[in-house]
C-alpha cells in the first residue's frame, strides 16, 4: 500500500483543523472499507488520512423530537440493531441489511457510504425517499444539504474539500410507509445491478429513488398525479428519468427492465403496507 | 511509526507499527500470525476476518494504527489449552474443509456468530458466512458444521 501519514483526531476542531490545513492532500478514514481499496488500486494516494472514529459525538444514533439522528461515524451493523427506529423507516433498514457483508457492515459507516458517492451505493435510494438531510462542519460553520442536492457525479458529493459530514438526519415519516428492493448477479454480497427506493407518505406522496442507472442515486418526486396503482404511468416518468449505462455488472438495457420490474414490486409493497 | 497497545489472543502487547500497514500485514509479516490469510485484500473474500473487540472484521481494510487499545482474536486463538475447540473439530469431521484457505476466516466468523448467538438459524448462518467465499465445499458442510459446533459448545462441551 502506498504510504501516508495516519492522524487520529479525538474532537471535531481537531478533525476541522487538520482538514482545513491539508484539505486537498487530505481524505477523511471512517470505516474505511472503499478508501482502504481505492488507495490499494492507486486510483488516490492523500498523504494524510483522518480518521474521525474517535470522536464521541459522531456516534450519535438518536431519535430527537421526531427526528432520527445518524452520526457519520455509526456502522451500517448498529444501523440495523437500533432499536427505536420510527415505523415507517423500512426502506433503510432494508437497504443496510443487504450492503455489502456482515464483516463490512461493522466497519462501514452511512456517513462513509454517502460520501463515497457510488452510483450504486446502497443507503442513497432510502435516504432520497426518506427526505434525508446531511448535515456538515467546517471552518466556517455547519450547514445542512438536503440528500437530494448532495450527490454531485459518479463518486463527487458538493461537499467542500473542508468540510465533514457530521450526521445524517430522517424525519419520522408519520404515518408513511417505505421499501427498499435490490437486484445484484449473485444473493450474497455484491454491488447492485439496481436499487431501488419507495416511499408514500400518510396523505399518498410518491417519491421513488435509484442507484446505478445514473451517474448518482436519483429521486423521482414528481409522477403527474399518477395513482399508487397506475403502474404504467408512474414507470413512463421513471423510465424518462433515468440514464443506465452498459457495464461489467449489466446492460443498460436490462438495468431499464429492472427498474420497471423493482418500481411494480416497490408499488406492490407500499400499497400493502399502507393497507396493513 | 506510531506506537500502540492491544491484546492479542489474550496477550497484551506494545508495538510501533508503520502508519500504512494494514492489520492483516501486522499479524502475518510481523507477529507471524500466518492462519490468518489474505486472498484478495480488498474486503471480497473474508479469508481474512479476524474478531476486533467482539466483532468480525476484514483485517486487509483496517489499518494497524486503527487497533490502538482492541483486543483481537484471530485463529491461533481459537484453541483451548492445546485442543481444537468445538469449532474446528466440527469443521473437520462434516468435510466443511477442503482446500482450507477460507477456513480460517470461515471459522472467526463462525466463532463471532456463536459469541453473539448461541443458537443461530440456518438463516442466521448463511448472513454471518456471506462475506466469506469458499470455492471447494459448497457451504453446505460448512452451515452443517456450524450448526453442530453450537449445538455441542451449547451442551456445555467447550
Request: some cysteine; aromatic content about 4%.
Amino acid at each position: 500500500m502506498a504510504t501516508f501519514k495516519y492522524l487520529r483526531c479525538h474532537s471535531l476542531d481537531e478533525a476541522i483543523d487538520l482538514l482545513a490545513t491539508h484539505a486537498r492532500q487530505a481524505r477523511i478514514l471512517a470505516g474505511g472499507t472503499d478508501l482502504l481499496v481505492s488507495i490499494r488500486d492507486g486510483l488516490e494516494s492523500p498523504r494524510y488520512l483522518i480518521d474521525i472514529k474517535p470522536i464521541a459525538e459522531l456516534h450519535t444514533l438518536a431519535l430527537e423530537d421526531g427526528l432520527l439522528r445518524i452520526g457519520a461515524s455509526v456502522t451500517v451493523n448498529q444501523l440495523i440493531d437500533f432499536e427505536h427506529l420510527p415505523a415507517g423507516m423500512d426502506a433503510i433498514t432494508e437497504a443496510a441489511s443487504c450492503l455489502a457483508s456482515y464483516q463490512i457492515r461493522n466497519r462501514a459507516t452511512v456517513g462513509g457510504n454517502i460520501c463515497n458517492a457510488s452510483p450504486a451505493c446502497d443507503l442513497g435510494p432510502p435516504l432520497l425517499v426518506l427526505g434525508a438531510k446531511v448535515e456538515t462542519i467546517s471552518k466556517r460553520g455547519r450547514r445542512t444539504i438536503p440528500i437530494e442536492d448532495f450527490f454531485e457525479d459518479v463518486k463527487v458529493t458538493r461537499l467542500e474539500p473542508d468540510e465533514i459530514v457530521t450526521a445524517i438526519l430522517i424525519p419520522s415519516p408519520r404515518g408513511g410507509v417505505s421499501t427498499f428492493l435490490k437486484r445484484s448477479r449473485i444473493k450474497g454480497h455484491d454491488l447492485a445491478v439496481v436499487n431501488a427506493a419507495g416511499a408514500v407518505t400518510k396523505d399518498g406522496n410518491l417519491r421513488m429513488a435509484f442507484g446505478a442507472v445514473a451517474p448518482t442515486p436519483i429521486l423521482v418526486d414528481d409522477f403527474n398525479g399518477a395513482r399508487l396503482d397506475d403502474t404504467a404511468r408512474i414507470v413512463d416518468v421513471l423510465m424518462n428519468a433515468i440514464s443506465p449505462i452498459d457495464d461489467v455488472r449489466a446492460s443498460a438495457v436490462y438495468r431499464k427492465y429492472m427498474v420497471e420490474a423493482l418500481a411494480k414490486k416497490i408499488l406492490e409493497t407500499l400499497m400493502n403496507r399502507l393497507q396493513g | 511509526m506510531k506506537s500502540i497497545s492491544i491484546k492479542i489472543n489474550g496477550e497484551p502487547l506494545a508495538l510501533d507499527v508503520e502508519e500504512h500497514w494494514t492489520l492483516l500485514y501486522l499479524l502475518r509479516e510481523h507477529l507471524a500470525l500466518t492462519g490468518t490469510k489474505e486472498g484478495c485484500g480488498r474486503g471480497e473474500c473474508g479469508a481474512c476476518t479476524v474478531i476486533v473487540d467482539g466483532k468480525p472484521i476484514n483485517s486487509c481494510l483496517v489499518l494497524a494504527p486503527e487497533v490502538d487499545g482492541c483486543e483481537i482474536t484471530t485463529i491461533e486463538g481459537e484453541m483451548r489449552n492445546g485442543r481444537l475447540s468445538p469449532l474446528q473439530e466440527a469443521f473437520i469431521e462434516m468435510g466443511a474443509i477442503q482446500c482450507g484457505f477460507c477456513t480460517p476466516g470461515m471459522v472467526m466468523s463462525a466463532r463471532a456468530l456463536l459469541m453473539r448467538n448461541p443458537d443461530p438459524s440456518e438463516d442466521e448462518i448463511v448472513e454471518a458466512i456471506c462475506g466469506n467465499l469458499c470455492r471447494c465445499t459448497g457451504y453446505e458442510p460448512i452451515i452443517r458444521a456450524i450448526r453442530e459446533a453450537a449445538k455441542r459448545e451449547r451442551n456445555h462441551e467447550r
